[in-house]
């Protein structure tokens, strides 16, 4: 079981050690990423402190736990709410049916049905849509 607190107290040097690396180099905003890793390897720490009995670690890493901890509470709070998913509008080209319904009355009035690709119905003859019978 030795060798399974020895690993936690490296993974732990190496979360907040690369959280720091990362802040540090400008390659990490300190926000959640940063509080995140320093918050899981302060629990690292704390587990291996607390295997060699290293009470001063362990208070310290406690310490380091609390204001991670503290810090993420503080950022979700401060967070705007989050805004409800919308579907992105339809867009509408000009000249473009829109509906089914109008896919059809197109298909009709260009005599485009039955496969008549230049309008002239050679079988069938156009409905007036004008209105006058």
Avoid at 5 to 10: L, V
Avoid at 116 to 131: A, E, F, L, N, Y
């Amino acid at each position: 079981m030795e060798p399974l607190w020895e690993i936690a107290g490296w993974a732990g040097a190496a979360a907040i050690l690369s959280a720091y690396l990362a802040v540090s180099m400008g390659w990490l905003k300190a926000g959640r990423g940063f509080q995140t890793a320093n918050l899981l390897g302060a629990c690292a720490f704390i587990v291996n402190g607390a295997f060699h009995e290293a009470w001063p670690s362990v208070a310290t890493n406690i310490a380091w736990f609390l204001i991670s901890a503290i810090a993420l509470i503080r950022m979700r709070a401060a967070s705007p709410p989050r805004a409800p998913v919308v579907d992105a509008p339809q867009v509408q080209f000009p000249g473009v049916p829109d509906t089914t319904a109008q896919l059809a009355v197109v298909e009709v009035l260009t005599g485009s049905v039955h496969g008549d690709v230049d309008g002239q119905g050679s079988s069938h003859s156009c409905p007036d849509v004008s209105g006058s019978a």
